[in-house]
């Protein structure tokens, strides 16, 4: 599915999901004003064309206050992005990856459980061959997820 075939309707629905995805079928539809056929339409088309990939559990921050959470900022030599994306995909501490432009070509949510673990975990990200230069920054409070 491109872009261009989703609708403001899917757009609403996407919303609504990303905000609460247990929300029941026919409380999507009254807030959509549509039918609730139409709303589990919409859902399975969404999945099968693989605009939704997934549903997933957002927990408060102070739920695992014990872990250390960072975001850290990649250069990548020349034209490496690929293999280090495919690097850090696998890597059980990166909890999110982005690509994005200026002065760093990759961002990295990280999380692990102590200090000691974090800087054992960024001395090596730091030693992979192709990554020219890391910047970091530990999160202390989340005010918005």
Aim: hydrophobic share 40%; charged share 25%.
């Amino acid at each position: 599915m491109s872009i261009t075939s989703i609708d403001d309707t899917d757009r609403e629905l996407i919303s609504l999901l990303r905000d609460n995805a247990r929300l029941p079928v026919v409380t999507l539809a009254k807030k959509l004003r549509v039918s609730r056929a139409t709303i589990q339409n919409r859902i399975a088309r969404l999945e099968r064309d693989g605009v939704i990939v997934g549903y997933t559990v957002k927990l408060r921050p102070n739920v695992e206050a014990q872990r250390v959470r960072a975001i850290t900022c990649i250069a990548v030599e020349g034209n490496r992005a690929a293999e280090i994306r495919r690097q850090l995909t696998g890597h059980p501490n990166v909890v999110a990856l982005h690509t994005t432009n200026g002065r760093w070509d990759l961002v990295a949510e990280l999380r692990i459980d102590s200090l000691e673990s974090f800087d054992a975990m960024l001395n090596k990200l730091r030693l992979i061959d192709g990554i020219a230069n890391t910047e970091t920054s530990i999160l202390l409070s989340t005010y918005k997820l």
